[in-house]
């Protein structure tokens, strides 16, 4: 049986670090459900659009998944941190102990300030944002990709793929990631 995955974005969302992640989610067979904060096509900040599974409103709170990614984007982290019920699926999600992931503005605005679940707990971002990240209680790591327990978080769009293949070890395991790793010539 598949892991099952959430991906949350709005528009806004940084391009490399959704797109990454779902496409090598799925490559190691991970089932994405895509979500967005409207119902219909979702712009990214460079112009990618993605037509997601569900709205946000269409997403079952009672459902959990083995995992959670938000993408980056200050405008995409920014609306997902307002938003009510984007911060019950994190809680839910963080208190089943699944995984719980963030890459560039969205560990800072979703998962510090947003959620409030970083205190004191290693994480990396945006480096523009690494203040919000210390002034909610996260242990700054400086890393292109930290793993602190169930929370997975990635600095920016360099990281998108170093994040997404983190995704598959903690999901599938790390023989998979090392294998698209030796495929695609990255070094982990």
């Known amino acids: 049986m598949s892991k099952k995955v959430l991906v949350v974005l709005a528009e806004g969302f940084e391009d490399m670090e959704a797109v990454a992640p779902i496409d090598i ?6 089932e994405v ?3 967005s904060l409207v119902k219909g096509p979702t712009k990214g900040a460079y112009g990618t659009t993605i037509v997601p599974h569900k709205s946000i409103d269409e997403i079952d709170l009672d459902f959990i998944y083995d995992g ?3 993408p980056g ?9 307002k938003h009510p ?4 699926l994190v809680h839910r999600h963080h208190s089943a102990h699944k995984m719980v992931s963030a890459i560039c503005a969205a560990p800072s605005h979703v998962l510090g300030e947003g959620a409030k679940i970083l205190k004191g707990k290693r994480s990396s971002g945006d480096p523009t944002f690494n203040d ?7 242990i700054v790591s400086g890393e292109i990709v930290t793993v602190d327990d169930n929370i997975i978080t990635g600095m920016g769009p360099g990281a998108a793929i170093p994040f997404a293949l983190q995704l598959v070890e903690y999901l599938v395991d ?3 990631a090392d294998q698209y ?8």
């Open 33 to 35: 459900t895509i979500a």
């Open 85 to 88: 019920k984007v911060m019950m």
């Open 73 to 81: 984007g200050r405008v995409n982290a920014q609306a997902l941190s």
């Open 174 to 176: 790390k023989q998979t």
């Open 25 to 30: 989610l799925n490559r190691a067979g991970v």
């Open 68 to 70: 959670i990614v938000f």
């Open 181 to 188: 790793a030796e495929k695609w010539l990255i070094s982990r």
């Open 132 to 138: 919000m990240l210390a002034a909610s209680g996260a």
